[in-house]
């Protein structure tokens, strides 16, 4: 499925993904280059919000069983309106980022970020809010 591109939209190349068909972007949506967007699970992405280069947005992962390890599991990245993600994070599959969040450079991001929270460092955690 092909979603619509805003003519706001920009991005620098070199991007990367993996299917492409599977990203919904906002309108004045920004991605810096050398981005990779594993995007088999579904990547949202909302209104005004930037991306940093190197940003890797990871939606598939392996099963634990070692035994079974070739097999993937994938769950969509959903990242709100007017959220900031700094150079060289990773965020991983089934996060939700809310609206305004800012995520530190090179943050590891592997569970929900809340509206208006800064998170920085890995596994990343609070240690903000964009309101303060």
């Given at each position: ?61 392996h099963v634990r069983d070692p ?66």
């Amino acid at each position: 499925m092909s979603h619509p591109v805003d003519p706001t939209f920009r991005l620098n190349a070199p991007f990367r993904t993996d299917f492409g068909r599977n990203i919904e972007v906002g309108r004045n949506m920004y991605v810096n280059w050398d981005c990779l967007f594993m995007d088999r699970g579904g990547i949202s992405i909302g209104d005004d919000t930037f991306i940093a280069p190197k940003v890797n947005l990871i939606t598939l992962n392996h099963v634990r069983d070692p035994y079974n390890r070739p097999t993937t599991v994938s769950k969509p990245i959903v990242i709100g309106k007017r959220v900031w993600i700094g150079a060289g994070a990773t965020v991983l599959q089934g996060v939700t980022i809310g609206d305004n969040a800012i995520i530190g450079a090179a943050a590891v991001v592997t569970h929900d970020v809340p509206a208006n929270a800064i998170v920085a460092g890995n596994p990343a955690r609070i240690i903000g809010d964009v309101q303060n």
